[in-house]
């Protein structure tokens, strides 16, 4: 079911002027989104959720499932911080873009880790004094520019694009890199990219290592 809309209340709005007091007038707080609070609502109740999510990058809008676990702020941005049961990952969703939310009647259950782990905002923090990849992003993984902080640097003609993303560390980079497999690549710095492949090495000849003795 949908949280129903709070009630607006007022706020008394009292200055001077010329050292003389000035009546003091009431005027209608802000009146938050339905949708908002049933966010505000399934997390507080720790229940399920289903919200209607715009993604800018496809310009579409789409149903999902989800479990809350908590409310971040990045910056002037309001996110849920909940577990995606279609993505079977923790996600953040910009409270602007839900555009419609209802509170389900079943628990909340994302795993336990998830629901441990301290919210990670590192990525939406641009510290200019961080160092900045260029990536290659496939058009089937344009869906990143709704979760990370993605700057488009270029659009190419077969729906790829050439984006920038600041990281911390190379290792961390390298890891997340990898996770995309084939639809994301590094073309900057070429340090980056060297470590992006050194990494899949190790990998590799860990995994045939395993192979070998399990089939031994």
Known sequence: MSATRPSPHTYANHTKSNGNDIAAVDEPAPVESQAAAAVRAAVLDRRALT????????????????????????????YLEAWSREA??????????????????????????????????????????????TLLIDRSASWMFDYYPLRVVRELADGACE??????????????????????????????????????????????????EVDG
Do not use: C
């Open 51 to 78: 919200i209607d999510y715009y993604a800018a990058s496809h310009d579409t809008l789409s149903t999902r499932i989800v479990d809350p676990i908590r409310i971040v702020l990045v910056g002037d941005q309001s």
């Open 88 to 133: 079977e990952g923790v996600r953040l969703f910009r409270f602007d873009r839900i555009v419609d939310a209802s509170v389900l009647d079943e628990p909340s259950a994302p795993p336990e880790p998830a629901l441990k782990a301290p919210p990670d905002t590192s990525l939406f923090d641009a510290d200019p004094s961080l160092p900045s990849a």
């Open 163 to 212: 984006a920038a993303m600041t990281f911390a560390s190379d290792e961390w980079m390298a890891r997340f890199v990898l996770g995309f497999g084939s639809a994301v690549r590094v073309l900057e710095p070429q340090s980056l990219a060297d470590r992006v492949r050194d990494v899949a090495v190790t990998a590799l000849a860990a995994y045939e290592g395993n192979a070998v």
